[in-house]
């Protein structure tokens, strides 16, 4: 009888332990880990064991007013155990448990300290200039956090255009010049926007060649003819405009 190739004597040897693995580990598992439907009724049971912690936020609008104020204003989305922790004990015993009421500062801005990668508009503030060594609460409140007044200037919200215009050609170009802000975008940013120019001709008071006819205080701006330069596209799909690049 020819003697098998080593390779494939090994290749077998592996695959015999393999199998044989597999039989020994249905003997060795337990029929929670081997039965799906068993195993959901163990998982389901074991959770509802564990203890109830977190109560839900609709446990709360029976006993507190600043439910019905936290569902209409800013904080609507958030659960009210997001700030207070968890409010299972207190539901059970409110006499006896009170939630947390955090009153520091460095609580709120674990949220809005000012960081790069929170989408445009959310509220955010550099913690040591904005209101230093005060308690968030003193002006805002925490159930419908509405500013004292509406932010004056664009930096306020969007600080990194702001600092990147500041370096860039459009430099004393006003923000209003290229977009109608509307009085709620101040109140509600992120659900009333702002204008962006839809069309080349918008750029092209400024840089179009026949601007220089029409507005002598553009006379110095970098001048392309509308009519070939970069054809169908809206300008702003290959330049930024607030750092647009000059050749």
Not at 127 to 139: G, S
């Amino acid at each position: 009888m020819k003697k098998l190739p080593e390779a494939l004597t090994r290749l077998l040897i592996v695959f015999a332990v393999f199998i044989c693995g597999i039989f020994l580990l249905r003997f060795i598992l337990p029929a929670t880990l081997k039965d799906t439907k068993m195993h959901i009724r163990a998982t389901i049971e074991k959770e509802t064991l564990r203890e109830k912690k977190y109560a839900g936020s609709s446990a709360c609008k029976d006993c507190h007013d600043e439910y019905n104020v936290k569902k209409e204003g800013y904080h609507r989305n958030l659960s009210c155990e997001t700030c207070h922790g968890p409010a299972q004990r207190h539901v059970e015993n409110p006499q006896e448990v009170k939630p947390e009421v955090p009153q520091k500062r460095e609580f709120c801005i674990l949220c809005h300290a000012y960081n790069l990668a929170r989408p445009t508009g959310f509220p955010q503030i550099n913690p040591v200039l904005h209101n230093p060594l005060k308690p968030c609460a003193t002006c805002h409140n925490p159930h419908d956090p509405k500013p004292p007044q509406v932010p004056t200037e664009c930096v306020a919200c969007h600080g990194e255009i702001s600092r990147t215009k500041a370096i860039s050609p459009h430099v004393q170009i006003e923000c209003t010049t290229c977009h109608t802000v509307p009085e709620e975008h101040k109140v509600t940013p992120r659900a009333v926007r702002p204008t962006i120019p839809q069309e080349r001709e918008f750029c092209g008071k400024c840089h179009g060649k026949e601007s220089d006819e029409k507005n002598a205080s553009v006379k110095d701006t970098p001048k392309v003819d509308l009519s070939t330069h970069g054809e169908k596209y809206l300008c702003w799909q290959c330049h930024y405009p607030h750092m647009p690049e000059v050749e």
